[in-house]
Structures are given as structure tokens and as C-alpha cells.
């Protein structure tokens, strides 16, 4: 189960981590007195988020709530663009670019052309443009948004990583958790993400009653599916139906990679090559000769697998050797709920939108 993996904590941090959880404290001490203040609106406001650093599966779930609400209300997607190299707002337009929105956004934007994306560090700016504008969405969604408090949304939903559990997790440095395990509580709904498929009825019963919700809270659990294998480049050409037989090397820059490894490997592949990398991490030289030397060393029959993520930032980058362009193909991801749990979540998203 997700609270038997192994979980790396530094134990020579430890004071360091007290230190940084006075600081975290005293700001959610700030909020809770009302000295700083939380803004709400009109507008329906839902909040995906995680308390902890490291990829929780935010994008797929935010890319669920999109496919959810677009054909029922006027839906906006707020993100920080995290690593973008503009400033400000920025309204994501057709011909966009990472560099403007940042990998994710990026993404969304390419996905759901017809939904409205836009991205600025402060979300409270951010959603007053959005809200000002002639044709205002009636919804917005905001990405990664937990920690940032001066928005109090409609909706607030942790993710949480069944590989890396907060409840067994220590705040940074010696941990990955950007706030005690108590900021849980904010939440509305909890989402243990990246799950297994065949997750027993007993490890469902464990990791609720370890989670420790209140009420008010409403715990799910998903997992991901594959859709079929998207070519990167026109030189691909169409997608094989399955990876069955098939020598693969794996492009990863995002910050658990584990669960997909997982998968992949039950597609039955007869070998994969693991090229992992940070989360966004900013393709060099380097890398791609690394991807080029490593593509033309493996035997036939064989092909490049990476992320939705990463394909957003590789899509545009130089050097990589016809080989590999003939080759390279992205694994669409979409999220899950487990325990027959969609409908409820769903019934509980849309109720608020007809508030």
C-alpha cells in the first residue's frame, strides 16, 4: 500500500524544518485572524492543489474539471504558468507558447482551444481580469492554488500522491511537505491520486481511516488510463495501436514518474529505457544528444514514449535526429475515480455550479 513505500526524509534537516513550520504556521495563523485576508466572488472559484512539492497529478485532474463543466458554463483555467519567461497576466491566445504560458497551461490551452486559459502568479489579479472581462467566465478553475490564500475558493481539493502519502511525509527540507499535515483540513474534497488499478477493498478501508477526515470532507480515489499514442511530429506518421513487443524509450521530466513507469511496463513492452529528468525541466544540448544516442542504440522495433507535459516543451526544440522524429509519440493520460466514486464527485461539482 502507499504507506509502505519508502519515503526519503532527511533527518539532518529536521531543525530546519521546525523553523520553516513556524513560518508556515504564523502565515495560516495570519489568515485564520483575519489579518491577511481571503477574497471570494461571484464567480464559481474550485482550487486544485497539494500541500506538498512534487507532481500530485494536478494537470489530468484540472483537465477532468474542464471536460466536466465547459459545455455547461463559460469555464476559465488560472494558472501561475510556473516557468514561463513572461510577467504578469497573460490571456493564453491560439498562437501561444510555452515561453507565454508555461508547459501546463501550454497544454490545457492545446487540449481545450475553446476554453478560456490565462496565467498570473497573483491569482487574486488574475481573477479580477478574467471576472472584468466583456464575456467573463462563470467558472474558474485555479492550478495549484492550496497554499495561496488570499483566494478562498467555492471548492478547495487536495491531491494527494498515493506513492508519497502526506500523512507519512515531513515538512522541507527534511520532507516534501510545504505545510504541517494539519492544512489538510481546508480541504472540501480529497483525492488520493495515481493509484494502482487493482487496489484491494481492505487498502481502501486503511488509507481512509489514515487520512483522518473530518465530515465535511469527501475522500476519492483515482488512477490513470491511457488513451492511444499520439505522434509528436507530421514525420511519425499514425500511431501504433499498442507498445506490446515494442523497445521503448521513455522521456520523463515530471516529478513522479513512478505510477506511469508502472503502467507501461504492464502494456508488455519488450524493454524500456528510462531517461528521467526534474519536473519542467528545460531541455539542453546535451539532453537531446543524450535522446538522439540513446533512441539510435536501442534495437528494432522500437519508439519514444514521453508525457503530454513534456511534449509541450519538446515539440519545438532543436536537434533532435529524424530518427527520433519518425519515432516520438506522446501517451495521453486522463483520470479515473476508483470505487465507483465519479458520479459522486461529478453530482458534487455540478450542484455548486447551479448555485
Known amino acids: 500500500m502507499g504507506s509502505e ?17 513556524l513560518g508556515v504556521n504564523f502565515r495560516n495563523f495570519l489568515f485564520e485572524a483575519n489579518v491577511l485576508k481571503s477574497h471570494t466572488y461571484p464567480t464559481l472559484v474550485i482550487s486544485v492543489g497539494n500541500i506538498t512539492v512534487g507532481g500530485t497529478g494536478k494537470t489530468p485532474h484540472v483537465e477532468y474539471l474542464v471536460r466536466l463543466l465547459k459545455d455547461k458554463t463559460k469555464t476559465a483555467v488560472l494558472s501561475r504558468g510556473y516557468k514561463r519567461k513572461s510577467k504578469g497576466f497573460v490571456l493564453a491566445k491560439a498562437d501561444s507558447t510555452t515561453a507565454d504560458l508555461g508547459d501546463e497551461p501550454y497544454q490545457i490551452k492545446r487540449k481545450f482551444p475553446d476554453v478560456t486559459v490565462a496565467v498570473d502568479k497573483k491569482r487574486t489579479r488574475g481573477i479580477d481580469l478574467l471576472t472584468s472581462m466583456p464575456d467573463h467566465p462563470e467558472a474558474i478553475i485555479l492550478d495549484d492554488a492550496f497554499q495561496h490564500r488570499y483566494v478562498k475558493p467555492d471548492i478547495n481539493i487536495l491531491l494527494v500522491d498515493y506513492h508519497r502519502l502526506i500523512i507519512d511525509d515531513q515538512l522541507l527540507p527534511a ?4 505545510e504541517p499535515l494539519k492544512g489538510k483540513n ?22 481512509t481511516k489514515q487520512m483522518d477526515l473530518f465530515p465535511y470532507q469527501q475522500l476519492y480515489f483515482t488512477t490513470f488510463d491511457y488513451e492511444p499514442l499520439q505522434p509528436i ?13 515494442q523497445n521503448i524509450l521513455l522521456i520523463s521530466g515530471i516529478a513522479s514518474p513512478k505510477q506511469m513507469l508502472l503502467d507501461i511496463k504492464q502494456m508488455n513492452p519488450a524493454s524500456i529505457t528510462a531517461l528521467t529528468y526534474g519536473d519542467h525541466h528545460a531541455f539542453r544540448k546535451k539532453d537531446i544528444r543524450k535522446i538522439n544516442n540513446a533512441f539510435a542504440a536501442l534495437p528494432s522495433p ?8 513534456d511534449a509541450a516543451r519538446l515539440v519545438n526544440i532543436e536537434g533532435l535526429s529524424d530518427l527520433v522524429r ?3 509519440y506522446v501517451l495521453p493520460l486522463k483520470v479515473m475515480f476508483m470505487q465507483d466514486g465519479e458520479d459522486m464527485f461529478n453530482e458534487k461539482i455540478l450542484e455548486k455550479v447551479k448555485r
Request: glycine share 8%; net charge positive.
Open 5 to 21: 513505500n519508502f519515503i526519503k526524509v532527511n533527518k539532518g534537516l529536521r531543525p530546519l524544518s521546525w523553523l520553516y513550520g
Open 175 to 178: 520532507g516534501r511537505l510545504r
Open 186 to 207: 481546508r480541504a472540501d474534497i480529497v483525492i488520493i491520486t495515481k493509484c494502482p488499478k487493482e487496489l484491494k477493498p481492505m487498502e481502501y478501508r486503511v488509507l
Open 233 to 245: 511530429f507530421p514525420e511519425a506518421g499514425r500511431a501504433p495501436q499498442s507498445i506490446e513487443g
Open 302 to 309: 522500437r519508439l519514444i514514449v514521453t508525457t503530454e507535459k
Open 326 to 328: 519518425q519515432h516520438f
